[in-house]
Nanobody
Framework: QVQLVESGGGLVQPGGSLRLSCAAS????????MAWYRQAPGKERELIAT???????NVAELVKGRFTISRDNTKNTMYLRMNSLKPEDTAVYYC?????????WGQGTQVTVSA
């Protein structure tokens, strides 16, 4: 099992930046894949970015060039750097960890992009 705690959300103006953090209760090397998802009101949860235990990353086309996923193994923490934020990026952002066949979720952090 793993506990995940997200932080870093908030209110930001269009064009602004935020960095989300996801702190894990165990070593990231023991987690097969970590990911960021988001869910906007009335919409399905969508995958934003992933990072494997080996460090390989992937970012969804809809945010590529604006969002960057990274991790700090010394802090057992994954990050999502979000630049050039748009109102349509408004959502609850969730951290996910997959260990073997099991998936674990954090509680989510709200990101609101508004003038």
């Amino acid at each position: 099992q793993v506990q995940l705690v997200e932080s870093g959300g908030g209110l930001v103006q269009p064009g602004g930046s935020l960095r989300l953090s996801c702190a894990a209760s165990r070593s990231l090397f023991s987690i097969d894949i970590m990911a960021w998802y988001r869910q906007a009101p009335g919409k399905e949860r969508e995958l934003i970015a992933t990072v494997t235990s080996g460090g390989s990353t992937n970012v969804a086309e809809l945010v590529k060039g604006r969002f960057t996923i990274s991790r700090d193994n010394t802090k057992n923490t994954m990050y999502l750097r979000m630049n050039s934020l748009k109102p349509e990026d408004t959502a609850v952002y969730y951290c996910n960890a997959r260990i073997f066949a099991n998936g674990y979720w954090g509680q989510g952090t709200q990101v609101t992009v508004s003038a």
